[in-house]
């Protein structure tokens, strides 16, 4: 037994020895995979050994994830995900997932949160949320707002603020942000969540009007906009990324990984390039990133459950 854990000890003391894979659950060009490659330049900076971003969409994310589930806990295998995989599926595919992200991953940190907005059509005659709650209250099923999708993010969001303010809107899903985007700047929709550096070209047209931060408190990427959280008490739904190893990788390599990246996270340059990209950095505990996981997956549940949300 002695010898047994005296040569894991040392196998961790020599990590890495050779190329770690990142994969990230989600498509090229991502927010997800800039994410991972700020992660992967900071740990090959550090530790003079190759972290290697692999993208490995599909399935809402579920192939990427299940792939990292399965792989050998050796720490040679990481994940950077988002809200979706990790806390969204579980509650929209249940069983049939594949994995369960509390027992098959171990949380290392979250990187960071980033700012999603409620957009506008400018025909819309609200100036703050109060009021949208107001207008939509007088008029239920009148409001349609746009999604990139029954379970994503964009409609979920929306449908907690829903549930939480008794408002009854028409959901109007399309393929993608982009596609949704389009819809309510040309006022075939009036309103839609998505992020904030994705809202900016068409806020600065004027072809849409922010409204507010989809979050517990205001975003220093846009201070001037009032938080949900702010109107509604309790309101949290940040977008956000972390890094993920498979369940079983020995504590000291989750370790080193998480004072690694938690110290990069700090730098200037890496403040600097997540500010531009309309994010703002964490950087918190395992077990505090674990903690939020629990509590998402509970939450999402309930809003699936309520809203009958099914894969499209």
Do not use: C
């Not at 190759?50 to 990427?64: L, W």
């Not at 739904?237 to 370790?255: E, M, S």
């Amino acid at each position: 037994m002695l010898i047994a854990l005296f040569s894991a000890g040392a196998g961790a003391q020599d990590y890495p020895s050779k190329p770690v894979r990142i994969i990230v659950p989600l498509p090229a060009g991502s927010t997800g995979e800039a994410m991972a490659r700020l992660v992967a330049d900071n740990l090959a900076q550090k530790t003079g050994q190759s972290f290697i971003v692999e993208t490995r969409p599909g399935a809402s994310g579920q192939i990427g994830a299940a792939a990292v589930a399965k792989a050998p806990p050796d720490g040679y295998t990481l994940m950077v995900a988002s809200v979706g995989p990790v806390t969204i599926n579980p509650a929209v595919y249940g069983a049939k997932l594949g994995f369960d992200p509390l027992k098959d991953f171990t949380p290392i940190t979250q990187i960071a949160n980033t700012t999603s907005v409620i957009i506008m059509h400018p025909s819309v005659p609200v100036k703050t949320l109060a009021q949208l709650i107001t207008f939509a209250k007088a008029r239920p099923g009148q409001l349609m707002y746009a999604s990139a999708g029954n379970t994503s993010t964009t409609n979920l969001y929306m449908a907690l603020l829903s549930t939480m303010t008794g408002i009854k809107m028409l959901h109007v899903p399309y393929k993608g942000s982009t596609q949704g985007m389009i819809s309510v700047a040309s006022g075939e929709t009036q309103l839609m969540i998505t992020g904030w550096i994705n809202a900016l070209p068409m806020t600065k047209q004027g072809k849409v009007r922010p409204l507010a931060v989809v979050s517990a408190r205001r975003s220093p990427v846009a201070p001037q906009l009032q938080a949900i959280g702010e109107v509604v008490p309790g309101y949290d739904a940040d977008q956000w990324y972390g890094v993920l190893a498979p369940a079983g990788t020995p504590k000291n390599i989750i370790g080193l990984l998480h004072t690694t990246i938690v110290n990069g996270l700090q730098t200037p340059e890496a403040r600097a390039y997540l500010t531009q990209s309309g994010a703002e950095p964490v950087g918190n505990t395992p077990e505090q990133f674990g903690a939020r996981i629990r509590a998402e997956i509970a939450k999402w549940t309930k809003i699936v459950n309520a809203t009958g949300a099914k894969p499209q």
